[in-house]
Nanobody
């Protein structure tokens, strides 16, 4: 019943920007922290960001200063604004309810070199 749906991925040039969305349903969205992860081809899954119900935010070192996470509880949606994109940001991006095992299916971000 709980569903997380990522959107906004695509192809972008180095230095460009994308905004990813994670739309949630089937839970009381305001009560939960939401995390973003990514997995690049041939690499381990990497934590990108986490935003709590009180808007406490953490970023992974590799994206700090370039990515911004926010949430709109009225829309039950978390956003990941990605700026100054680099080829090494190429990955499938997933959102997850931090404290329980619910994941989206991911959205692919490809940054051309």
């Amino acid at each position: 019943e709980v569903q997380l749906v990522e959107s906004g991925g695509g192809l972008v040039q180095t230095g460009g920007s994308l905004r990813l969305s994670c739309a949630a349903s089937g839970l009381t969205f305001v009560d939960y922290a939401i995390a973003w992860f990514r997995q690049a081809p041939g690499k381990e899954r990497e934590g990108v960001s986490c935003i709590t119900s009180s808007d406490f935010i953490l970023y992974g070192d590799s994206v700090k200063g370039r990515f911004t996470v926010s949430r709109d509880n009225a829309k039950a949606t978390v956003y990941l604004q990605m700026n100054s994109l680099k080829p090494e940001d190429t990955a499938v991006y997933y959102c997850k309810v931090f404290s329980i095992d619910y994941w989206g299916k991911g959205t692919l971000v490809t940054v051309s070199s």
